[in-house]
Nanobody, 116 residues
Framework: QARLRESGGGEVQAGGSLNLSCAVS????????MAWHRQSSGKERELVAR???????HYADSVKGRFTISRDTTRNTVDLRMNNLVSEDTAVYYC??????????WGQGTQVTVSS
């Protein structure tokens, strides 16, 4: 059973930056697609950014140019660097792992609050 542990959330003023990190254990890290999703109050969970085992990335239109996803195979971590944050980025951010056979694993989430 994979274990995903997020860290790095908090409160920041609009225009500021935060770095989220997800530590993965209990599973072979390198073969899986990793992603960050978020869910704000009253809305459905949405994909923010994704990175495949080969390093290909995909971003939601709303975060392109502001967020960067990266993975470190030596530390078994996936990071989300968030710059120029806006109030609409306020949400609970979840780390996600998808295995090659389609199983999803989720972290417990970390709160990001952007104040204007």
């Amino acid at each position: 059973q994979a274990r995903l542990r997020e860290s790095g959330g908090g409160e920041v003023q609009a225009g500021g930056s935060l770095n989220l990190s997800c530590a993965v254990s209990g599973i072979v890290f390198t073969i899986n697609t990793m992603a960050w999703h978020r869910q704000s109050s009253g809305k459905e969970r949405e994909l923010v950014a994704r990175i495949t085992s080969s390093g290909d990335t995909h971003y939601a239109d709303s975060v392109k140019g502001r967020f960067t996803i990266s993975r470190d195979t030596t530390r078994n971590t996936v990071d989300l660097r968030m710059n120029n944050l806006v109030s609409e980025d306020t949400a609970v951010y979840y780390c996600n792992l998808k295995t090659p056979w389609g199983d999803d694993q989720w972290g417990q989430g970390t709160q990001v609050t952007v104040s204007s």
